[in-house]
């Protein structure tokens, strides 16, 4: 089993950035695919990010050209690097790793608003 605990989410504004953290718990992160997904109220989970084992990422429509999803290794850690934020971002953002079963940690509160 693996736990998720995901952190660096907060209040800004329009255009603005946040870093988002997710560290893993387990021995074999490098080997691992990570995923970021984020939920706003009413709607369902999306998948905002992946990236494997090897590096390869893929990207929602939605955020291409403005979100970076990377890992450190090391550190048992994705990150989610989010520029130019806009009020639709505004939701919980998870992590999770899609080879273990239904598995998440507490989320992390992104709000962009003016």
């Known amino acids: 089993q693996v736990q998720l605990v995901e952190s660096g989410g907060g209040l800004v504004q329009p255009g603005g950035s946040l870093r988002l953290s997710c560290v893993a718990s387990?021995?074999?992160?490098?080997?691992?695919?990570m995923r970021w997904y984020r939920q706003a109220p009413g709607k369902e989970r999306e998948l905002v990010a992946q990236?494997?084992?090897?590096?390869?990422?893929v990207y929602a429509d939605s955020v291409k050209g403005r979100f970076t999803i990377s890992r450190d290794n090391a550190k048992n850690t994705v990150y989610l690097q989010m520029n130019s934020l806009k009020p639709e971002d505004t939701a919980v953002y998870y992590c999770?790793?899609?080879?273990?079963?239904?598995?998440w940690g507490q989320g992390t509160q992104v709000t962009v608003s003016s």
């Open positions: 999770n790793v899609p080879s273990y079963v239904n598995v």
């Open positions: 387990t021995s074999i992160f490098s080997s691992l695919t």
């Open positions: 990236i494997t084992g090897g590096g390869s990422t």
